[in-house]
């Protein structure tokens, strides 16, 4: 298959598909096509990112920082171009202009007239109000209430409208006073006051220093509001304006403020005086002078419109910058000023060549990691989840820096790439999150004019913060990361400022930035959570948490059925053993094999390792409704771990660590309960409904399942028993197909036997019976966990073994019975096997203790020549057949001759002679 076909582009001819004829694509090269598509949209999407991230025009704005050494060739200028001050320059000085412009003001020729109107006015007003009190009294004193009601309600209408505001003591005082100048109120005859009134004293004193200041000139606004010495004073009427220092008119508030001192020295000893004077004086001043902003502000932009953005120029032929030079001020400035300039007379166009260029480094860049992960990591290249995962994160990262370099007082060494590369590496593996972070270290450097030292910064404190989350087991590790992320970023930096002595303010203003990008690793796990439940994946700190076994479910596990909790500890110690010692994920295969037998605790007195000594349910049970209890397990499993919210890579261990094996011991009891007028026993009704393990780690926790499980039955667990009943179980696995899809190799199954051998001999180690330990009685006085008198077997209906009416498996797996022997890697059918069968814990409790060893042919033996039969090494044809191969046992590869990288495939059955006949089938 060629390149374009195997990547669904080439041109195909019609196939016929049953009875007609198909002139498009299969269903598989149709999904090859969509593959493609979507990860070329991923890669597209990486490079039209990164394409806009670049700076765009001023490039030497961003890239080019005082105290850099200048290390392309001398620059010399090809045009005359002027120097342009820094934009940040050109404002403070346009904002200076700007606030030493003095504010102009119109001079009001009638102040004092309008002041001399607001005096009357509120005269009047006072009139009228105290008549109206006065008219109260005389009513109230005479008798009349209704009078003396209406004219309360005319004094307080009228005291409510009038100009001044007092408050109630003094419009009491100036009430009583009023008053007092009519004497004989209680007489019918009003008489004329005898003496001036005391409001229209204070009012008269109010007016007359009103008019001294008008004399002297009153803005509108305060003094400290104005920045400038001098005001500019407009006279309208007369088109005249005059520069007046500001110290020698009033503020609005000084003119307040000095008209309070002047009551409180004018009445010394009257507080109250001195308050109604001012109160009067506030309500009818008015300023001379009124704050023109219109003509203000249009003054002062004029004067900053002729700040000039130039400072010198540069003429034709000039060097800007010579090589090894460093970048001052100056040389700064002249870079800028000919880099716009070069952007104006291209009328702000980027230049096809520079596009070029920002395009063939980003299809570099990516084109190299794409192929890494398609070359070295091609499950994750395979899984959509991942890829997008991985697209979004560095798309994210590539945003940044677009932003970071479009910000004056940003810098790329704020950006978090190490969160980014800290996060692959717990998703994914620390290969992935290096490579990442060497993709983002050069993406950046790339853009700041390829700057090595960004890249070499970015990529040490990336690689720091990768290893330091290798073995996370604990969320206080990323504070430890975020440590070794800044302490790599020192390094560098601090390199760089001995080595071509860059500024000190540089290396501050650096190490600052880095300090902020480092500090990002410390929310890895807050981003984590958050990625779990984007994308359904499960890290390390996920697994961690799941392996306590204080956890709920396993709660319900131990005191439900303490048996099989017990039973998946020991699975999972074997099982977690044999996947380090492969380099298998040796966490995930403790958690599956902690969780793999949840469902025993729906029934889990019809599991031996729960039963205690006396009648055994399965007993009064026909063979193959045991099997359906002892399989319906399973879809428990499945069901309790939905409801419990596991992740799915924990699930998989479920269903697949019994895979579609037989269950030996009913089926053998079946067929020697089946006599000749009887149907024949159906094999697929006694097996498992799978799926088969489909990883190392579930091929693992199968056969540490079955070991375990089986090793309890041995009465004399002995070095060789223990060896020749791996060895058994091995076999039957890998005869039976169950491990072919695990990739697991002939050197991988061999450490796993090895692995396994030692720890159970660890765990049934001889133990020394003390001289006056009595004997353990026979009978056991504990209760005995008894199971119902009878079964409905409707309940079991829906966990039927038969895969065209299973439930639990994927739907490509579920076919009808009759195609069961055809599906790869489930082999004819076998008689059944009577050493397995006695393998079985279930045996064990149906049997008497046995007088002697399991013997003859494939069953359990004592001899050290019988367990090694088939161990012998045979031809180099035979020894590079896989484990799954025709005849082929698990020791029939010798350590010399043994291609570790051969997978326990089902061998293709070849005719004599072939080429092939070495070759895994697919």
């Not at 008269?204 to 002297?216: H, I, K, M, N, S």
């Amino acid at each position: 298959m060629g390149i374009l076909e195997s990547i669904g582009l080439s041109k195909r001819k019609a196939r016929p598909v049953g009875q007609e004829l198909e002139s498009g694509r299969t269903d598989k090269e149709s999904e090859a096509r969509r593959h493609w598509l979507v990860r070329g949209g991923m890669f597209l999407a990486l490079i039209v990112v990164t394409v806009l991230a670049f700076p765009r025009g001023e490039v030497y704005e961003y890239t080019v920082e005082v105290g850099d050494t200048w290390r392309q060739p001398t620059l010399v200028a090809s045009f005359n171009f002027p120097i342009r001050k820094d934009a940040s320059r050109v404002d403070r000085e346009r904002q200076e202009a700007r606030r030493e412009t003095p504010p102009y003001f119109q001079e009001l020729p009638n102040a004092q007239s309008k002041m001399a109107a607001n005096r009357d006015t509120l005269r009047q007003q006072l009139d009228r109000i105290l008549e109206a009190y006065a008219d109260y009294r005389f009513h109230s004193t005479r008798n009349r209430p209704d009078a003396a009601q209406a004219d309360s309600l005319r004094y307080v209408e009228l005291r409510r409208n009038a100009l001044v505001t007092l408050t109630p003591g003094q419009w009491r005082i100036l009430t009583d006073s009023y008053v007092r100048q009519i004497p004989e109120l209680s007489d019918t005859a009003r008489q004329p006051a005898t003496e001036e009134r005391l409001d229209l004293q204070l009012l008269e004193d109010a007016f007359r220093l009103g008019t001294q200041l008008l004399r002297v000139g009153v803005m509108n606004q305060s003094r400290d509001s104005i920045y400038t010495d001098n005001i500019i004073i407009r006279n309208e009427e007369e088109s005249v304006q005059r520069s007046v220092s500001k110290d020698n008119v009033y503020g609005l508030n000084e003119a307040y403020d000095y008209a309070r001192k002047q009551f409180d020295q004018a009445y010394p000893n009257d507080e109250t005086r001195a308050s109604l004077t001012y109160a009067f004086f506030r309500d009818i001043f008015q300023t001379s002078l009124r704050y023109m902003r219109a003509e203000t502000i249009r003054e002062r932009d004029r004067r900053a419109s002729e700040v000039t953005a130039y400072v010198g120029g540069v003429r034709e032929g000039e060097v800007i910058v010579q090589k090894g030079e460093r970048i001052t001020d100056e040389i700064k400035r002249k870079l800028t000023s000919l880099e716009r300039e070069k952007n104006e007379r291209t009328a702000g166009q980027l230049p096809w060549w520079q596009l070029l260029g920002e395009t063939i480094f980003a299809l570099l860049t990516f084109l190299f990691f794409f192929y890494y992960l398609y070359q070295i990591r091609r499950e994750v290249w395979d899984d959509q989840r991942d890829m997008l995962l991985i697209s979004i994160t560095l798309l994210a990262i590539i945003a940044l820096f677009g932003v970071a370099v479009r910000i004056p007082w940003a810098h790329l060494y704020a950006v978090p790439i190490a969160l980014a590369a800290v996060m692959l590496t717990i998703i994914f593996n620390s290969t992935i999150g290096l490579f990442s972070t060497l993709v983002l270290a050069l993406v950046g450097g790339q853009m700041v004019g390829l700057d090595l030292e960004f890249t070499f910064a970015s990529f040490i404190a990336g690689a720091l913060g990768v290893f330091s989350v290798r073995d996370i087991k604990n969320r206080g590790q990323f504070v430890l990361s975020a440590g070794l992320v800044f302490l790599g970023y020192v390094l560098v930096i601090v390199g760089t400022y001995l080595y071509l002595g860059t500024p000190t303010e540089r290396l501050g203003r650096e190490l600052s930035y880095a300090a902020v990008g480092s500090s990002f690793t410390i929310t890895a796990y807050l981003v984590l959570w958050i990625l779990e439940r984007t994308f359904d994946v499960t890290t390390d700190l996920t697994l961690l948490e799941l392996s306590d076994t204080n956890r709920p479910l396993l709660k319900d596990l131990s005191l439900k059925a303490p048996g099989s909790f017990n039973h998946s500890l020991q699975v999972a110690n074997l099982a977690e053993a044999a996947a380090d010692r492969i380099g298998a994920n040796a966490l995930l295969t403790r958690v599956g094999a902690l969780y793999h037998d949840i469902g025993k605790m729906k029934k889990p007195e019809y599991f031996v390792e729960n039963q205690r000594a006396g009648a055994n349910p399965h007993d009064k049970l026909k063979p193959r409704m045991s099997a359906l209890i002892i399989a319906s397990h399973v879809k428990e499993g499945l069901d309790l771990a939905k409801k419990s919210n596991l992740p799915e890579r924990v699930k998989n261990f479920i269903p697949t660590h019994h895979g579609t094996a037989r269950i030996e011991y009913f089926y053998r009891k079946a067929v020697e309960q089946t006599g000749p007028e009887d149907s024949p026993v159906l094999e697929s009704e006694f097996r498992y409904p799978g799926p088969r393990p489909n990883s190392k780690e579930t091929g693992i926790l199968m056969l540490s399942d079955s070991v375990e499980a089986a090793s309890r039955s041995l009465d004399d667990p002995t070095h060789n028993r223990l060896k020749s009943l791996i060895d058994l179980i091995f076999k039957e696995r890998i005869e039976d197909g169950q491990l072919d899809d695990t990739g697991l190799t002939f050197r991988d199954l061999r450490q796993i036997k090895d692995t396994f051998l030692q720890m159970l001999l660890g765990i049934y180690h001889v133990r020394v019976k003390y001289p006056d330990q009595e004997e353990e009685m026979e009978d056991d006085s504990r209760p005995v966990v008894s199971a119902p008198e009878e079964i409905d077997e409707e309940t079991y209906k829906s966990v039927s073994i038969l895969w065209d009416k299973d439930v639990i498996g994927p739907p490509e797996q579920s076919v009808s019975s009759d195609r069961l022997r055809g599906l790869p890697g489930v082999r004819e059918t076998r008689a059944p096997r009577p050493d397995l069968a006695e393998a079985s814990p279930h045996h064990r409790s149906t049997r008497p203790r046995p007088d002697r060893p399991l013997s003859n042919g494939d069953r359990l033996t004592d001899s050290k020549d019988e367990s090694n039969d088939g161990a012998a090494g045979g031809s180099s044809e035979e020894t590079n057949r896989t484990a799954s191969g025709d005849g082929a046992t698990p020791n029939a590869p010798t350590e010399a001759s043994t291609d570790a990288n051969e997978t326990a495939a089902p061998a293709a059955d070849h005719e004599e002679g072939s080429d092939d006949a070495n070759t895994p089938s697919a």
